[in-house]
């Protein structure tokens, strides 16, 4: 029986995109993606996907997108920018470019009936992609600020 070298036995590089909104709330998001992808010594990827092209006829939202990829990249981030009108078909197509192998989200303004109807990005994303962890943040100030992980669309 041949010996096998320790690279064969090598894990993929872990790959973490950080799903990103014109929000200051959105560096919470960029420090926990920052945080696994140091512990896992991976990739991060920071990315924010632009519904339409509005985001150019506001000043202030440019100003902020700006501010956190700058703080993205303070991270070690290195950030990406997209449009369409289908977000959850973007983020896909960019974790399948990127090879990602985990996914951080914030959790949504949408309540309870929303996720239920099966609109939730995260779950959306979860089952079009196996063996993906998905991390959802729950939004701060919530009693609760721990997170919710859904593999392979099953929630933890």
Known sequence: ??????????????????????QENSKRLIEKGADIARRNDGELHILHVEQGKSIFEHAEAV??????????????????????????????????????TQLVLGQTGKGFLHTML????ARSIASESQGLEVVVLEKAGKSRQETKRLVEGVAK
């Open 63 to 100: 100003e902020l997108l700006e501010a956190l990829f700058e703080y993205a990249k303070s991270r070690g981030g290195q950030v990406h920018f997209e449009s369409g009108e289908d977000v959850p078909k973007t983020i896909m197509e960019s974790i399948q470019k990127l090879e990602v």
């Open 1 to 22: 029986m041949e010996q096998m070298e320790q690279s064969d036995l090598a894990q993929p590089q872990e790959r973490v995109l950080v799903c990103i909104t014109i």
């Open 118 to 121: 099966g609109k939730s990005i």
